[in-house]
């Protein structure tokens, strides 16, 4: 579990391919020494969002495998050595939540189509799928790139999105290095993920049991 306060970025120093997988040397060397005691063999890392398993260590420099699925469903797939990422450790019971909790299960990504900046406030325009409409509304949380974001404005007729970011998060994240076209890793909140789905589970079970009582009648 992560609290999608990102401590840094970290850099993409190799990029391996096999078969349905991509191995990722990520060296970490911004970082403080407690961020590497939480970083074992075997230990959860948010990766701009996506939680992956640490394979293997060497100093500051971290190795992960990304498998199809992630490839599929997230950015990771357009990392090249030379890029940056964002970086949070799994969240351990008595750490302060600044942000909300996530899982760094990506949901899908989303595209960066406006860019503003208002005095010291730096606004985003999202687009993303409309099928993620129900989950994205005003004063929602969201995770973007593994940070934890308010939906300042949500637009369901568009399926698009603003979020306002601050200076520090400009500096201390990968969004001050965005550009429009550019897209991000996505994850919803995923309360409001399991009342939505229960919502619309429990519809179809009422429009059946109606269904099948007027059937009864004719």
Do not use: W
């Not at 990722?24 to 075997?42: L, P, Q, V």
């Not at 860019?115 to 687009?127: L, N, P, Q, S, W």
């Amino acid at each position: 579990m992560f609290t999608g306060i990102v401590r840094g970025m970290g850099d993409v120093i190799s990029r391996r391919e096999r078969d349905r997988l991509i191995t990722f040397e990520i060296d970490a060397h911004n970082f403080a020494g407690g961020f590497f005691h939480r970083s074992k063999i075997g230990a959860s890392v948010s990766i701009s969002g996506v939680c992956l398993s640490v394979a293997e260590r060497k100093g500051t420099v971290l190795t992960f495998d990304v498998m199809e699925e992630s490839l599929i469903k997230t950015t990771l797939d357009s990392l090249y050595p030379g890029d940056k990422i964002n970086i949070e450790p799994s969240f351990k019971a008595g750490d302060d939540v600044g942000g909300h909790i996530l899982s760094g299960h990506v949901i899908d990504s989303a595209e960066i189509i406006e860019i503003e900046i208002r005095g010291d406030v730096t606004v985003m325009t999202f687009k993303h799928d409309p099928a993620l409409t129900a989950y994205i509304f005003e004063k929602g949380f969201i995770a973007l790139d593994g940070c934890s974001l308010t939906i300042v404005d949500a637009d369901d007729l568009t399926s698009t999105f603003k979020v306002h970011l601050i200076p520090e998060t400009m500096r201390r994240t990968t969004f001050g290095l965005k550009k429009k076209g550019d897209s991000v890793n996505l994850e919803i909140d995923s309360r409001i993920q399991a009342i939505v789905e229960t919502a619309r589970r429990m519809k179809v079970a009422e429009d059946s049991a109606l269904d099948d009582h007027y059937q009864g009648l004719n």
